[in-house]
């Protein structure tokens, strides 16, 4: 191991400043803001982890998505600044900083005397490849060696959009998602997303088909696909579609549906649940991507849009 | 000191920060986006340790690398029911607090906590 250069002294120590920042500063706005700007930069950090496919995960859904997110609530909540003084007492501050300390503490302990050689899994990743023949080893572990926890987080996904169906007021269930956005049809924002969504659709296609044998993947690509849709939908050109619309809703469990059923037949015809046949693993793990692309890109930017909040026609 | 121990240095601290800002924070958002940092920081010590563990040509071990891409994903799902909740609650309420004393008194449970 090398010794830290002054760039990751720099970035760690920037890193770490934007997290008190987002702790400590007074105002919700600017916190939501030093928050974004933090997930962008632990980004950077990934790429300098080797970590390329995290990175771009983290870039486009934890920097990207998680900050439209939490600044459009942050806005929303401007006005909602505590009326009331229910802050943490002072007993309750030093209790609670104590118990951090000691946790951050801890775990930096367990940082400094991790074993050497470390242990690792990166050379069974490796040599197993030849049964997906698939080159990139985390697209390999993603859907094929772990395959039950990405199947089982895309329910958690369908999960949380349930979840947030759910909120809607009575008077507009089966109504469309978020407000009607309105804006100035020569302003850059409309500008922005004509001129876009075509590259932005091509970049998140090509993500998903590169993943194969290089860092991308559903995950990254739809993250991509699901930005340009909301920025068409932010700048006025398309509207959420209802959320009692049948086809939405089979897009929506076409990803875990499509998991499912690759799985029960490696069940009946295969070894073992989530098995595929080294022949077919390659064409079966592509058609299951594709499928998850459209479920991720739709839940993505469902989840941004929220509660349905409008009949049809309002 | 290695660039990695650093950064697990780092990592370390992300999760008392947030800890500490989901204890004594007491916006709803605010809690949100600290618990956002701690998950971050346990994100980064997979990092780390994956990244110890690079051996057979892989720069990270491959395996902690799609753990965390599936928590990154999870957690903006968590986040954003969580957000959907705090907008509903201030929809109903007018209001974001917690705590029993709000002084909106809408729907405040007689029986404390």
Not at chain 1, 12 to 38: D, K, M, N, P, Q
């Given at each position: 191991?090398?010794?830290?250069?002054?760039?990751?002294?720099?970035?760690?120590?920037?890193?770490?400043?934007?997290?008190?920042?987002?702790?400590?500063?007074?105002?919700?706005?600017?916190?939501?803001?030093?928050?974004?700007?933090?997930?962008?930069?632990?980004?950077?950090?990934?790429?300098?982890?080797?970590?390329?496919?995290?990175?771009?995960?983290?870039?486009?859904?934890?920097?990207?998505?998680?900050?439209?997110?939490?600044?459009?609530?942050?806005?929303?909540?401007?006005?909602?600044?505590?009326?009331?003084?229910?802050?943490?007492?002072?007993?309750?501050?030093?209790?609670?900083?104590?118990?951090?300390?000691?946790?951050?503490?801890?775990?930096?302990?367990?940082?400094?005397?991790?074993?050497?050689?470390?242990?690792?899994?990166?050379?069974?990743?490796?040599?197993?490849?030849?049964?997906?023949?698939?080159?990139?080893?985390?697209?390999?572990?993603?859907?094929?060696?772990?395959?039950?926890?990405?199947?089982?987080?895309?329910?958690?996904?369908?999960?949380?959009?349930?979840?947030?169906?759910?909120?809607?007021?009575?008077?507009?269930?089966?109504?469309?998602?978020?407000?009607?956005?309105?804006?100035?049809?020569?302003?850059?924002?409309?500008?922005?997303?004509?001129?876009?969504?075509p590259i932005g659709i091509v970049v998140g296609i090509y993500?998903?088909?590169?993943?194969?044998?290089?860092?991308?993947?559903?995950?990254?690509?739809?993250?991509?696909?699901?930005?340009?849709?909301?920025?068409?939908?932010?700048?006025?050109?398309?509207?959420?579609?209802?959320?009692?619309?049948?086809?939405?809703?089979?897009?929506?469990?076409?990803?875990?549906?499509?998991?499912?059923?690759?799985?029960?037949?490696?069940?009946?015809?295969?070894?073992?649940?989530?098995?595929?046949?080294?022949?077919?693993?390659?064409?079966?793990?592509?058609?299951?991507?594709?499928?998850?692309?459209?479920?991720?890109?739709?839940?993505?930017?469902?989840?941004?849009?929220?509660?349905?909040?409008?009949?049809?026609?309002? | 000191?290695?660039?990695?121990?650093?950064?697990?240095?780092?990592?370390?601290?992300?999760?008392?920060?947030?800890?500490?800002?989901?204890?004594?924070?007491?916006?709803?958002?605010?809690?949100?986006?600290?618990?956002?940092?701690?998950?971050?920081?346990?994100?980064?010590?997979?990092?780390?340790?994956?990244?110890?563990?690079?051996?057979?040509?892989?720069?990270?071990?491959?395996?902690?690398?799609?753990?965390?891409?599936?928590?990154?994903?999870?957690?903006?799902?968590?986040?954003?029911?969580?957000?959907?909740?705090?907008?509903?609650?201030?929809?109903?309420?007018?209001?974001?607090?917690?705590?029993?004393?709000?002084?909106?008194?809408?729907?405040?449970?007689?029986?404390?906590?």
């Amino acid at each position: 191991m090398s010794i830290a250069t002054i760039f990751e002294i720099v970035l760690a120590a920037v890193v770490l400043g934007l997290g008190i920042w987002t702790i400590v500063v007074r105002e919700t706005y600017s916190a939501t803001v030093g928050f974004v700007a933090y997930g962008l930069l632990v980004a950077l950090i990934w790429v300098r982890l080797d970590a390329i496919d995290v990175a771009l995960t983290e870039a486009a859904i934890g920097g990207g998505l998680g900050g439209v997110l939490l600044l459009g609530a942050a806005a929303q909540l401007r006005d909602s600044e505590p009326a009331v003084t229910d802050a943490a007492g002072n007993a309750v501050r030093v209790c609670a900083a104590i118990l951090s300390a000691l946790t951050a503490a801890t775990l930096a302990g367990a940082v400094l005397v991790l074993p050497d050689p470390a242990p690792t899994l990166a050379p069974a990743a490796v040599s197993n490849a030849w049964a997906t023949s698939l080159a990139n080893p985390v697209t390999n572990v993603l859907m094929a060696f772990r395959a039950m926890d990405t199947m089982l987080e895309k329910v958690v996904l369908l999960l949380a959009i349930i979840g947030v169906w759910s909120l809607a007021p009575d008077s507009a269930w089966g109504g469309h998602p978020g407000p009607r956005h309105q804006a100035d049809p020569h302003g850059v924002l409309v500008f922005l997303a004509r001129l876009l969504p075509p590259i932005g659709i091509v970049v998140g296609i090509y993500v998903l088909w590169t993943g194969a044998n290089h860092p991308g993947g559903a995950f990254q690509g739809g993250a991509i696909l699901a930005a340009m849709w909301l920025l068409a939908i932010m700048a006025g050109l398309a509207d959420t579609p209802p959320v009692s619309s049948r086809r939405l809703r089979l897009i929506l469990v076409a990803g875990p549906g499509l998991f499912l059923v690759v799985g029960i037949a490696g069940l009946l015809f295969g070894s073992a649940f989530l098995s595929y046949p080294p022949a077919q693993a390659k064409p079966l793990i592509l058609a299951i991507e594709v499928a998850m692309i459209l479920t991720i890109a739709a839940t993505l930017g469902l989840l941004l849009a929220g509660a349905p909040e409008r009949r049809t026609g309002q | 000191m290695s660039g990695v121990t650093v950064f697990g240095l780092c990592a370390a601290a992300a999760v008392g920060l947030g800890l500490y800002g989901l204890i004594t924070n007491p916006q709803p958002l605010r809690k949100i986006i600290a618990f956002n940092l701690l998950g971050s920081g346990v994100f980064l010590l997979f990092g780390v340790i994956g990244r110890r563990g690079a051996a057979a040509g892989m720069g990270n071990d491959p395996v902690p690398q799609a753990l965390v891409i599936t928590g990154v994903v999870v957690a903006f799902s968590a986040t954003a029911l969580a957000i959907a909740l705090v907008l509903r609650l201030f929809q109903t309420t007018g209001s974001t607090t917690l705590s029993n004393a709000a002084p909106s008194g809408t729907g405040s449970n007689p029986s404390g906590d």
